[in-house]
């Protein structure tokens, strides 16, 4: 069993930083694929960032490229994810996901481990 915890969330405004934090307790971390997904309300959750086991590989939905980074400490059981020139449309619950089978990183069935998530909230 898993336990994944985050935090970080925040109400921020629109161009701010944010860094989300997930703790992962009761399994090896390490050899674990890590990710993190999003919920707006009335949609379906999506998929932001995941890094693989060992940090070198990473995958960014298009919508954060270039703003958003993943990184993990295996010594610490964490994985983060910075969240740089927010825009309202980043506004979600932020979701952390361990998937220790997963194939295809950007599908959220894959996972078998979730946080309760936190919520962003971007202003404009």
């Known amino acids: 069993q898993v336990q994944l915890v985050e935090s970080g969330g925040g109400l921020v405004q629109a161009g701010d930083s944010l860094r989300l934090s997930c703790a992962a307790s009761?399994?090896?971390?390490?050899?674990?694929?890590m990710g993190w997904f999003r919920q707006a309300p009335g949609k379906e959750r999506e998929f932001v960032a995941a890094?693989?086991?060992?940090?070198?590989?990473?995958l960014y939905a298009d919508s954060v490229k270039g703003r958003f980074t993943i990184s993990r400490d295996n010594a610490k059981n964490t994985v983060y994810l910075q969240m740089n020139s927010l825009k309202v449309g980043d506004t979600a619950v932020y979701y952390c996901?361990?998937?220790?089978?997963?194939?295809?990183?950007?599908?959220?069935?894959?996972?078998?481990?979730w946080g309760q998530g936190t919520q962003v909230t971007v202003s404009s």
């Open positions: 996901a361990d998937g220790p089978r997963v194939v295809t990183m950007t599908i959220d069935s894959e996972y078998e481990y």
């Open positions: 009761g399994r090896t971390f390490r050899r674990d694929l």
């Open positions: 890094i693989s086991r060992n940090g070198y590989n990473t």
